[in-house]
């Protein structure tokens, strides 16, 4: 034995294993702490995860969430109604009330009860309304984060004629908004 280490020039220089020996303790160390390092990352990401799971099954928005008490319409994420004409109407109500808490008025509706998205339980509604810039975000968010569910499929904005006067200047939009029926599944 002695002469395979005296070929590789260990036995007069000890300092050699012992520089190789602590390489590959700080290796394994180094791999030791990357692995642990990927599992906190991984389960912080889990824990993430579950924490959105549980607001969506439980319907929970807290005040620095996605929605907050006033936009959350509560109840099911999808739209009510034992027919689909009530539950057409059903989201025709809940969009005018948003549009009017806005400040917004409707010049015209249509319920699309066979739209392309009807075989799918879809049901979609049409407006023409009048309504100030800023309050057109609000009204997008409120509709999208709120309860039920509800899809912006188009939205067509026409902006206020300069020769109006400044109280008068409010911007032309047409919405169309379609949501799941709940018995449409």
């Known amino acids: 034995?002695?002469?395979?280490?005296?070929?590789?020039?260990?036995s007069h220089r000890p300092w050699v294993a012992t520089?190789?020996?602590a390489a590959v303790v700080v290796v394994c160390i180094a791999t030791t702490f990357a692995?642990?390092?990927?599992?906190?990352?991984?389960?912080y990401h889990l824990n993430a995860a579950s924490e959105i799971l549980t607001r969506l099954q439980g319907h929970k928005?807290?005040?620095?969430?996605?929605?907050?008490?006033?936009?959350?319409h509560g109840g099911s994420p999808l739209l009510g109604g034992k027919t689909v004409t009530v539950a057409g109407a059903d989201l025709l109500r809940h969009v005018s009330e948003a549009v009017s808490k806005f400040g917004g008025?409707?010049?015209?509706?249509?319920?699309?009860?066979?739209?392309?998205?009807?075989?799918?339980?879809?049901i979609g509604v049409i407006l023409n309304l009048?309504?100030?810039?800023?309050?057109?975000?609000?009204?997008?968010?409120?509709l999208e984060a709120g309860m039920?569910?509800?899809?912006?499929?188009?939205?067509?904005?026409?902006?206020?004629?300069?020769?109006?006067?400044?109280?008068?200047?409010?911007?032309?939009?047409t919405l169309a908004i379609s949501g799941q029926w709940e018995g449409g599944r």
């Open 148 to 173: 039920p569910f509800l899809f912006v499929d188009q939205l067509v904005v026409q902006a206020p004629v300069a020769s109006m006067a400044p109280g008068q200047r409010r911007m032309r939009v």
């Open 105 to 122: 008025n409707i010049l015209s509706s249509q319920v699309d009860l066979q739209g392309t998205l009807a075989q799918n339980g879809f």
């Open 35 to 43: 692995a642990a390092s990927d599992l906190l990352n991984l389960r």
């Open 19 to 21: 520089g190789a020996y």
């Open 1 to 10: 034995m002695n002469t395979v280490f005296s070929q590789l020039g260990i």
């Open 61 to 72: 928005f807290g005040s620095g969430g996605a929605a907050n008490a006033d936009s959350a």
């Open 130 to 142: 009048e309504v100030d810039q800023p309050a057109l975000q609000r009204l997008l968010y409120d």
